[in-house]
């Protein structure tokens, strides 16, 4: 027992010594993402947006120099994800754990925020309730009922009045049903059908089929990126149900540039929502896409991009603020209420929940110079995640 | 007119020296506890290798032991992850009952299982573990309001062992209860198969048809191991739950039930030791590997499983075994 104790003691003032030591020099952020498994893709595009800002901004704020301590989940792993934080914290002595890209990895992980102090920078994770998971988390993502619920109004004012929805079968798609629902009906619309599709390589004929035989005015689709939206895009244009006979609203991932290509004609006209814009003709935003595609042997930003991106941003803002002050307290209080102009347009920290407050594009497919591009429609500024505090 | 009093006392003894406690074993079991004194911030890792382990425990039982042939156990482990999650969010979260209670659903729906099991083997018995191990995933997945879907479930908080030992940040709580769990749930399963009931399992491994000839219920033999192991796979995966607070659709997932394998054939099936010290391999080298290079550390892991199939086919405790054999 004794010597138990003094091995403790010993460990504690080790500890102590080095905190102490490394207050003047270096600040660790320990980032915890899927780099393996079926999520690495994201987890690199989003360690990419951190490299970046890193690489434009240098690795010394406020009189301290940045270390990335990167650990991997493996995929969708709560039960890691939170042994992960746990060890960053209690071993590896870090100031601020980040990253995120996944919702039950952050859910996992809030917990040690809370007990440890520590600032928590969730900066793709979309899920409403994470922020509220504990005080110390903040978002530079974006939330999908964000994006979709300001879409169901938006579409409704457009004069569309009975739309039909059919989204995957996971946790983001029935997100995104829900919000797009609650947007459309309660201004007004009417949700005449709802389908849901499986998460991995559906065939969707029996879906869209479907759709055709309800003949709605509008069609509402999520689906996760990859190789669905061209999937999804060929089976609608074969039933005939392409713009301008339909309206087709999605969240943006249908039409990503990269997915646009595969889908060729038959995307025109698809109506998506977003937070960050590829072709968003901003000075900002063009630097940020050269450099980005750069460093990256010409792969385009997306939106973990961004989050991870602005995730540094936020960090470095803050730490200027609090002037290297690195307790958890001191840094959720700065993020509070943080504004900036990003590539993605301006946005802000919403002081009582810590949640992003953003700019929401609405953009349609169009034809550009022979290419298939989203062009922005319109601009919903400073929209809220509106179910933060109405359902529990 | 000796010999035939004597056999059966012979057989008893054989297996009561089976069961003797050899001085390795107990230096084995004094080594787990290091990571209390000298590693104490790699107690979260210690605490997931002793949940692993357990599991990789359940497995070899069925396994090693009575060949049956599985890569869809993740679903007792998620069952009784889900089963410690769920009564902990609705109000419960007093661990050792609701451990228990785990364990016992996860051992009840495993003997219901059991007799689709024994019906079954070889490529079918595959499939049909399988198949069973997707039906579950994909059940939590749609009951969303009960599990949580994708998010995972959220709201569990479990109490303090005995009332006074508060699951802290560092891990010692959580590392000294699945300390705890696995030696006892060790205990079992040694006596059991160093037992009777254990040697007529190897029985039915070696050589299924000669077992009814010597006048053995194969089936309901196979029946009951099924229900304990998926008990034990049950208790593991609410430790998981209990100690970190979270569950997700990963405990029911494939990558589980087949990682679990992978352990044991790294470890050497057959072999409850086997199943200890390659979780112990797998997990620390996958940890080591992940820190270096955090995108490519599977690469290591597939060539540890490579060298050890082809150089060890009996797993690293095997080939141990067979060196300590030649040098006596």
Known sequence: MLRRTAVAAVLGLGLAWSAGAMAQET????????????????????????????????????GRTIELIKRDTGGPAPDVARRLAQELVVRDNVDIIAGFALTPEALGAAEIATEAKKLMVVMNAATSVVTEQSPYIVRTG????????????????????????????????????ASFAKGFTEAGGKIVGADRTPVANPDFSAYVQRVADAA??????????G????????????????????????????????????????????????????????????????????????????????GGYDGMHLIFEALEATEGDSSGDALIEAAKGMAWDSPRGP?????????????????????????????????????????????? | MQTPVSAPIEARDWLRRRSRWS???????????????????????????????????????????????????????GLGAYFAGIISVHGWGEPISGLLM??????IIGYIISFLITRVQH??????????????????????????????????????????????????????????????????????????????????????????????????????????????????????????????????????????????????????????????IFLVARDQLAGINPQYWYFGIGMLLMVVVLFMPKGILGFLARIVARAK
Request: aromatic fraction near 12%; hydrophobic fraction near 50%.
């Open chain 1, 27 to 62: 600040l660790k952020i320990g980032v915890i993402l899927p780099y393996s498994g079926p999520f690495a893709d994201a987890a690199n595009q989003l360690q990419a947006g951190i490299d970046l800002y890193l690489a434009e901004h240098g690795n010394e704020v406020a």
């Open chain 1, 142 to 177: 974006v939330t999908i009922p964000q994006l979709n619920y300001s879409f169901g109004s938006w579409a409704y004012e457009q004069g569309i009045r009975e739309a039909y929805t059919l989204v995957a079968d996971y946790g983001p798609g029935i997100d995104a049903e």
């Open chain 1, 216 to 225: 709605p005015e509008a069609v509402y689709i999520f689906v996760p990126g």
């Open chain 1, 227 to 306: 190789a669905q939206p061209a999937a999804i895009g060929k089976a609608l244009a074969d039933r005939g149900l392409s713009p301008p006979d339909i309206k087709v609203l999605a969240q943006g991932e249908l039409t990503h540039p990269e997915a646009l290509e595969s889908m060729g004609e038959t995307a025109r006209g698809i109506i998506t929502t977003f937070h960050y814009t590829l072709e968003r003709d901003d000075a900002m935003n063009q630097a940020y896409v050269e450099a980005y595609t750069a460093a990256n042997n010409g792969r385009e930003p997306d939106l973990f991009s961004i």
């Open chain 1, 347 to 392: 946005m802000s920290i919403d002081p009582e929940t810590r949640d992003v407050v953003q700019t929401v594009y609405i953009r349609e497919v169009q034809e550009v110079d022979g290419k298939m591009r989203n062009v922005i429609l319109e601009e919903i500024p400073d929209v809220k995640d509106p179910l933060h505090g109405a359902a529990k």
């Open chain 2, 23 to 77: 001085p390795f074993e107990i230096l084995f079991w004094l080594a787990t506890l290091l990571p209390f004194i000298f590693f104490p911030t790699y107690l979260p890792l210690a605490n997931q290798i002793a949940i692993a382990a357990l599991f990789a425990i359940s497995v070899d039982l069925i396994l090693g032991y009575a060949g049956i042939v599985t890569l869809g156990h993740a679903m007792f482990f």
């Open chain 2, 102 to 107: 785990a364990g016992l659903f996860a051992g």
């Open chain 2, 123 to 280: 490529l079918a018995l595959i499939m049909v573990t399988l198949g069973l191990g997707f039906l579950t995933y994909e059940l939590a997945n749609a009951l969303h309001w009960l599990t949580g879907g994708t998010d995972g479930l959220r709201g569990i908080s479990t109490w303090p062992v005995f009332g006074q030992f508060r699951f802290d940040m560092w891990g010692y709580t959580a590392y000294g209860y699945a300390l705890a769990v696995l030696f006892l749930c060790f205990l079992l399963s040694r006596r059991l198969v160093n037992s009777s009931f254990g040697l007529a399992l190897r029985g039915i491994r070696e050589n299924v048809k000669r077992m009814p000839a010597i006048g053995a219920d194969h089936k309901s033999h196979l029946r009951l191991i099924y229900a304990i192991s998926a008990a034990i796979a049950g208790l593991a995966g609410g430790l998981l739950a209990q100690t970190t607070n979270t569950v997700a659709l990963d405990s029911l997932s494939f990558e589980r039930s087949a990682d679990v394998v992978v352990m044991l054939i790294l470890g050497g099936t057959g072999r409850l030791y086997g199943a200890i010290l390659g979780t112990f």
